[in-house]
């Protein structure tokens, strides 16, 4: 008897299994239908999911236990769109749900919020929004719901689920409220991530029982006391940037000596940095930038033997540069930038940092010769010692860095000329060397530069041709960019303030949406490693596309035709030859560049416009103005239907009509200023002195007479021998045909 109840209830539970696992798989059925009709072309790894197979945990990204019970589902990057799915909870035992990185709408379903069995949760990168009332869910251990749109306090319902957390992370949102006392009841947490919400009030006081503790970019308050961080503090990694804490910070972060990464950047503590800092052994990276640091860095620093990354930019600093910085041998990125110091960058050893990678001093008070020392640094990747007082010749030795990708020496004294041992730094992406005074010719050479597809040399006084050789540059960055994915140390040299924005001229179409978009520091930080990776500013495109490559030759004087060869320098989106002197013809060749913006503005070219700038379909920006450009104006520039910026004034030579129709008809007399044989029809609301006329027969009597026109002529011809090949010229022709117009109109009107 007892064998035969044993054998029923045996035969239930089995029974029972089955219809539960049948339950399972039917739900996950639904769900595959539901994502389907939800998003009917981009399927994720469901598609595959095979309703002949008798149990789902052979599915991709289904998991179940050993009684076969469908226990975790990860549906991470499956190009979801749309609501939150309804019918979670019908999988009881479901204990791991992964939808991060989809583009989920609307807000959390009442379903998800009945899975009590969930203890781990990541829903984020996706656009879900509302208030975020998870409460139910009292055995979570694991929740991850950052880069939505929620809002709200979270004090409100976040006790509730707190007891089993050990990770939390609702890093950007737009959540609010004091977080003082907000983890007080979460004894196993472990790692909590605040950034980038609306947190206000002071730091919870018992961080120093967490690992990482980062809240950086909020609007938290209050200064920082000595007894958060006592004996046996387990931090191990600290960030509260970007917050408004101040006061002097507490020497007592001695006594987190598991820390690795520590960064109090764009506070106001000001004072001493702590030296108990040199307490933390282990401590990696330190971010202090932007802060009212002071007086001198502690020697106790140097304790600090694994310190690869230090930023104290933007204090307080000054004077000569210490040896603290010399003796820390494990450096590979310093940043100095935006302090007041004038010297010892020889003396303080920072030279002869052999593992150094990056190096920044730019916006101090440095000055006399480069130092030559820097040749030496055969790992530097970054060299950016721009906004100083530096003089004398670039060092040709500079030729030895080898691995450099990123050359800034702008806006300092520098002169003599462009040494052609630069033509050896084959990895350099990025050159700048305007507002100096360099001299010379530029080098040929730097056509053997094959990675660099941001070159800057504007507001120098360079001089000569622009040698063929310069259009090879770019031509292949691929080995760079590929060498970054593979080791990405290059990216971490931006981590405060990113320079990369100064960098993009931003006054041009393109160039300025992506620095708007570097504006907000998280996205100029992602927005740079895409670039020096070689990806394009957004994650659709297309890899090794150098959309925002540029070349700008600006306020320089520069002679000679522009080489047809340019038209090969295929991975650049701007040209700015403006303000040289710059003669002959516009090759047809500039036709071929894929161009954002172009601007030959401010020179002595002649000739016709090549009708092969019509074909430039990209171009948003075009300044043809002050130059010599003669003949008709051609018809297919109409078909460039992206231009917002068109300047074609004082080439008074142009002759024929403006489009009334398309794309140049939507400019106005601003754009053609100065250019009297050009016939414009004026849209309503323009200034009736620029309107075309027609003159009848009987207006002839009152047009200058041949005497007139002799004698006017005459004079004419003495002028322009004179001021031929002078930026006068252009002024003079514009007066003379004005005048004549208005004088022959005058007479008409006043008859």
Known sequence: MFYQMLAAILQALLIAQMIHGQSDKEVLVQLKNFLQVQNPIN??????????????????????????????????????????????????????????????????????????????????????????????????????????????????????????????????????????????????????????????????????????????????????????????????????????????????????SNMKFLSLWENSFYGSIPPGIGSIARLEELVLASNSFDGIIPMELTNCTNLKYLDISDNNFGGEVQDVFGKLTCMRSLLLQENNYTGGITSSGILQLPNLIVLDLCYNQFSGDLPSEISSMKNLKVLMLAENNFSGKIPPTYGQ???????????????????????????????????????????????????????????????????????????????????????????????????AVEWLPSSYPEFNFVQSLMMSQKNCQTIWNRLAMGYDVLPISSPLRTALGYVQLSGNLLSGEIPSAIGTMKNFSLLLLDGNRLSGHLPAEIGHLQLVALNISSNFISGEIPSEIGHMVTLESLDLSSNNFSGALPSNLNQLTKLSRFNLSYNPLLSGNVPSSGQLSTFDEQSFLGDPLLSLNVTAGSSSDSSPREFSSSDTEEHPTNEEIMVTTIAFLAFFSVTLLTREFHIFMYLYFTASRKIANCRIICT
Request: hydrophobic share 35%; glycine share 10%; charged share 15%.
């Open 43 to 256: 399927h994720g790894a469901y598609v595959s999911w095979s309703e002949s197979e008798a149990s789902p945990c052979h599915w991709k990204g289904v998991g179940c236990d050993d009684a076969g019970h469908v226990n975790s589902l990860d549906l991470s990057n499956s190009n979801i769109a749309g609501p939150l799915f309804r019918n979670f909870s019908r999988i009881m035992r479901l204990t791991h749900l992964n939808l991060s990185s989809n583009s989920i709408t609307g807000e959390l379903q009442d379903d998800l919020k009945q899975c009590q069995s969930l203890q781990h949760l990541n829903i984020s990168n996706n656009l879900i929004g509302g208030i975020l009332d998870l409460s139910s869910l009292t055995n979570l251990q694991t929740l991850d719901v950052s880069q939505n749109r929620f809002q709200g306090r979270i004090d409100r319902n976040f006790p509730g689920i707190c007891g089993n957390l050990t990770f939390l992370s609702v890093s950007s949102n737009s959540f609010t409220g004091r977080i003082d006392k907000l983890f007080d009841g979460c004894p196993k947490l472990k790692h909590v991530d605040l950034s980038w919400n609306g947190f206000t009030g002071m730091v919870w006081p018992g961080i120093e029982r967490l690992r990482q503790f980062k809240a950086n970019n909020n609007n938290l308050a209050g200064r920082i006391s000595p007894g958060m961080f006592t004996e046996g503090c387990k931090l191990r990694s600290l960030n509260i940037a970007i917050n408004s804490l101040h006061g002097s910070f507490p020497s007592s972060i001695g006594n987190c």
């Open 401 to 499: 860095l080898l691995r450099l990708q990123v050359l800034d020496l702008s806006f300092n004294s520098l002169s003599g000329e462009i040494p052609p041992d630069i033509g050896n730094l084959s990895s350099l992406l990025l050159l700048i060397l305007a507002g100096n005074q360099i001299s010379g010719e530029i080098p040929r050479e730097i056509g053997n530069c094959t990675s660099l597809v941001w070159l800057n040399l504007a507001g120098n006084q360079l001089m000569g041709q622009i040698p063929p050789e310069m259009a090879n540059i770019g031509s292949n960055p691929s080995p760079t960019f590929m060498e970054n994915r593979k080791n990405p140390e290059l990216l971490e040299s931006i981590t405060s303030k990113c320079v």
